[in-house]
């Protein structure tokens, strides 16, 4: 499975970006999806992550009730909508697929996605 992570940008506190996860080359809806981030001078993170049938999703606490993950399966493809951004959600956003269970651990996944940037000013 091939991914490719886009939508970051520049955006000020209190703004909105969606990042998509395009997915090619596997069954994308098998596939449980998550995202990750990382800020400068930090380890990378878990953010967010969706079921493959349920599509039940899972939030770290900083950014409940602010951001959104979601999938299309038909576009394979997850998103996840950010909103009321922070300066401290500024990092390099990754997506990933796990093929067996639904995961916060990096470890869990099989497949990332290359990156896209989240810039975030005061």
């Known amino acids: 499975v091939q991914l490719q992570a886009s939508g970051g940008g520049f955006v000020q506190a209190g703004g909105s970006l969606r990042l998509s996860c395009a997915a090619s080359g596997g069954s994308f809806s098998r596939y449980h999806m998550g995202w990750f981030r990382q800020a400068p001078g930090k380890e990378r993170e878990f953010v967010a992550r969706i079921s493959g049938i349920s599509g039940n999703s899972y939030y770290v606490d900083s950014v409940k009730g602010r951001f959104t993950m979601s999938r299309d399966n038909a576009k394979n493809t997850a998103y996840l909508q950010m909103n009321s951004l922070k300066p401290e959600d500024t990092a390099v956003y990754y997506c990933?697929?796990?093929?067996?269970?639904?995961?916060?651990?990096?470890?869990?996944?099989?497949?990332w996605g290359q990156g896209t940037l989240v810039t975030v000013s005061s």
């Open positions: 990933a697929a796990a093929s067996l269970v639904p995961a916060s651990r990096e470890k869990d996944y099989d497949y």
